[in-house]
T-cell receptor, first 114, second 116 residues
Framework: NAGVMQNPRHLVRRRGQEARLRCSPM?????VYWYRQLPEEGLKFMVY????????ESGMPKERFSAEFPKEGPSILRIQQVVRGDSAAYFC????????????FGPGTRLLVL | KQEVTQIPAALSVPEGENLVLNCSFT??????LQWFRQDPGKGLTSLLL?????REQTSGRLNASLDKSSGRSTLYIAASQPGDSATYLC???????????????FGKGTLLTVNP
């Protein structure tokens, strides 16, 4: 059973471009969480999704950021018109059920905005 | 708003030493607390999870304690090894937004270096 997979592992974008980060949860997991780790900061919750639904997006910036988890395929975190402050590690986690169960983390995508 | 603080931010010890990492949280209404390990450029590996009704959990050379009422947890590592060098993260899980949604709040971590 493969773990949580994220790609790309490293992504370089110029200011104003779009960044698309993908997350494939563990097999059998239908709950996905996205976190952002800024330099010298802890991980911050961004969004929690189930298949085709956004459950909690209280940690998402109001503009330029969006997330989806379609019925088929990976979850996507999309950042439009990236700025240097978006440079960070973005981690995805998955769990099999809603609730207080442990989440299994992917290796992260390191985004660098030039 | 929950805030999680980890002290120290960095720790360097010689191999074989026993050590303690500290974690404190401001809101004691937590569901559980989890310790993770993060290696450079890698994801997070769960080490121990303590439910709010528990006082401690042990796994091998690791022992985590939880004092929910005072908002504190410690991670004790016995007989440290160079392979233990990593960043250790503490996270608390709380209900969020009603229903059965939960949210993890992380500390900034303690960077541990174990010198051979």
């Amino acid at each position: 059973n493969a773990g949580v997979m994220q790609n790309p592992r490293h992504l370089v974008r110029r200011r104003g471009q779009e960044a698309r980060l993908r997350c494939s949860p563990m097999k059998g997991h239908s709950h996905v969480y996205w976190y952002r780790q800024l330099p010298e900061e802890g991980l911050k919750f961004m969004v929690y999704l189930q298949k085709e639904n956004i459950i909690d997006e209280s940690g998402m910036p109001k503009e330029r950021f969006s997330a989806e988890f379609p019925k088929e395929g990976p979850s996507i975190l999309r950042i439009q018109q990236v700025v240097r402050g978006d440079s960070a590690a973005y981690f995805c986690a998955s769990s099999p059920r809603q609730g207080g169960e442990t989440q299994y983390f992917g290796p992260g995508t390191r985004l660098l905005v030039l | 708003k929950q805030e999680v603080t980890q002290i120290p931010a960095a720790l360097s010890v010689p191999e074989g030493e026993n050590l303690v990492l500290n974690c404190s949280f401001t809101d004691s209404a937590i569901y559980n607390l989890q310790w993770f390990r993060q290696d450079p450029g890698k994801g997070l590996t769960s080490l121990l999870l303590i439910q709010s009704s528990q006082r401690e959990q042990t796994s091998g050379r690791l022992n985590a304690s939880l004092d929910k009422s005072s908002g504190r947890s410690t991670l004790y590592i016995a007989a440290s090894q160079p392979g233990d060098s990593a960043t250790y993260l503490c996270a608390v899980r709380q209900p969020s937004g009603g229903g059965s949604n939960y949210k993890l709040t992380f500390g900034k971590g303690t960077l541990l270096t174990v010198n051979p």
